[in-house]
T-cell receptor
Framework: DSGVTQTPKHLITATGQRVTLRCSPR?????VYWYQQSLDQGLQFLIQ???????AKGNILERFSAQQFPDLHSELNLSSLELGDSALYFC???????????FGQGTRLTVV | QKEVEQDPGPLSVPEGAIVSLNCTYS??????FMWYRQYSRKGPELLMY????GNKEDGRFTAQVDKSSKYISLFIRDSQPSDSATYLC???????????FGKGTKLSVKP
């Protein structure tokens, strides 16, 4: 158990809908990263937050947004969902003075 | 050229073999080099990381980085069936930078 908690584990929704994925980082970790893993693309970096502030942005679509709250949990919002958004979504967290990044078990999103 | 290239395999070896897994990268600003193991699309599990060039050993695992050739390796000694998984290399620029993943190499260790 990495200590990073993601909910829900599985999500099935229809095209055009909006979903919210939640991540609770390890205790004391200030950085949260979101990644998307689809079958043919590998793990793609979406966005990073550090202590509530956006730190870096990767290949995140405009239909996707994220935020990190004062209690350091983070949410990834996916809207106007398309079939191609079906993927595993992982979050990871890092301690403020460390290099390690620990991943949660992911949310498997299926868009039908 | 992708930032991180990794042979997807699959790689099949007999139990007890020495396994060599490799990545190449293009960004010379990468300083930290992480290796993750992922079972059946579960969350990636951090195996070890190195800073800059050099070797690092942890039990049966040895990570090696050659920054001059932008080449990263992970060696597994005395491989076990439980090592069967996908191995992902993930360099990053700073200690808090985002990880750039290779596509992963699928390893199968046969009893």
């Amino acid at each position: 158990d990495s200590g990073v908690t993601q909910t829900p584990k599985h999500l099935i929704t229809a095209t055009g809908q909006r979903v919210t994925l939640r991540c609770s980082p390890r205790s004391g970790d200030l950085s949260v990263y979101w990644y998307q893993q689809s079958l043919d693309q590998g793990l793609q970096f979406l966005i990073q937050y550090y202590n509530g502030e956006e730190r870096a942005k990767g290949n995140i679509l405009e239909r996707f947004s994220a935020q990190q709250f004062p209690d350091l949990h983070s949410e990834l919002n996916l809207s106007s969902l398309e079939l191609g958004d079906s993927a595993l979504y992982f979050c990871a967290s890092s301690p403020p003075a460390g290099t390690e990044a620990f991943f949660g078990q992911g949310t498997r999103l299926t868009v039908v | 050229q992708k930032e991180v290239e990794q042979d997807p395999g699959p790689l099949s070896v007999p139990e007890g073999a020495i396994v060599s897994l490799n990545c190449t990268y293009s960004n010379s600003a990468f300083q930290y080099f992480m290796w993750y193991r992922q079972y059946s699309r579960k969350g990636p599990e951090l195996l070890m990381y190195t800073y800059s060039s050099g070797n690092k050993e942890d039990g049966r695992f040895t990570a090696q980085v050659d920054k001059s050739s932008k080449y990263i390796s992970l060696f597994i000694r005395d491989s076990q069936p439980s090592d069967s998984a996908t191995y992902l290399c993930a360099p990053r620029e700073g200690s808090q930078g985002n990880l750039i993943f290779g596509k992963g190499t699928k390893l199968s260790v046969k009893p």
